[in-house]
């Protein structure tokens, strides 16, 4: 991880809040503020200096501490511009094509629309990490409040472009529960089945599943599948675009 030291900050039920520290130039920022009591104490463990907090949305359980957070630290925002008038404050509104800065590191945008009509991601190419908010987790995605499922496909395209080897930090700890969704849809998936036995190990030890890999959602989240044989045949949807198949598995999952 060239470079970049991520600290991983269990939140509230099931939220993670990430600081991401450059060691070189002293900067550091936090993805959402999930918790603001819990970011200002892990800064504080680690004598780091807050820069900024970069929102990936507005739902209260990712810009929540904002305030708080920059009262205490006196940081700058960034935020989504689709959501400026939900996010108040921000020193900056930020969409695609526009390029963040972590000391010399350089920060991707993508807009990806769906879970809310403004949501973005924030991409370290160089060293494949990818933070995500609420669109994708690990065996599931966001569910749609602002957006059409045609967008959300659009928007999940968008990160499964990205390298396989692209470590995924979600804001959620869903993965467990989504597994018992994935395997009623493509229970043939061997890869799927390591992974879920991957799952239950880790969580029997209260570690977290996140990050991973792109490359393993790819193999085994349905959301990411649509395109799989299997998944098709089961669903009576083998001419279907990948966009409509994709709409049933996030229907499926929301009647779950
Ligand atoms: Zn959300
Ligand atoms: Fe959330």
Redesign the pocket.
Same mark, same amino acid.
């Given at each position: 991880m060239s470079n970049l030291i991520i600290k991983q900050i269990p939140c509230l039920s099931d939220?993670y809040g990430y600081l991401v520290h450059d060691p070189q130039s002293g900067a550091t920022i936090t993805i959402d503020t999930p918790d603001a009591n819990a970011i200002l104490e892990a800064l504080k463990e680690e004598n780091w200096q807050l820069s900024a907090i970069w929102n990936t949305h507005h739902?209260w !359980?990712?810009a929540g501490g904002n305030a708080a957070i920059k009262e205490a630290t006196g940081c700058l925002i960034f935020a989504p511009k689709g959501e400026a008038d939900m996010i108040k404050g921000a020193d900056h509104y930020i969409g695609e094509g526009d390029s963040v800065s972590l000391g010399a590191h350089a920060v991707q945008i993508i807009e990806t629309p769906g879970h809310t009509r403004g949501h973005i991601c924030y991409v370290f190419n160089e060293e494949r990490v990818a933070f995500v908010g !609420?669109t994708l987790f690990s065996l599931g995605c966001g569910r749609l409040f602002e957006g059409s499922p045609e967008q959300m496909w659009t928007s999940l395209s968008k990160l499964m472009a990205l390298p396989d080897e692209t470590r995924i930090y979600c804001?959620?700890e869903y993965t467990k529960d989504n597994a018992r969704f994935a395997n009623t849809i493509e229970p043939e998936n061997t890869d799927l089945q390591d992974r879920i036995a991957q799952i239950d190990n880790l969580r029997g030890k209260g570690a977290p599943t996140i990050p991973v890999p792109l490359g393993v959602e790819k193999a085994t989240n349905p959301f990411l599948r649509a395109q799989s044989p299997a998944i098709r045949t089961r669903l009576k949807m083998e001419n279907a675009s990948d966009s409509a198949v994709f709409a049933r598995i996030r229907q499926m999952k929301d009647d779950f």
């Open positions: 939220n739902h !359980d990712h !609420d804001a959620h």
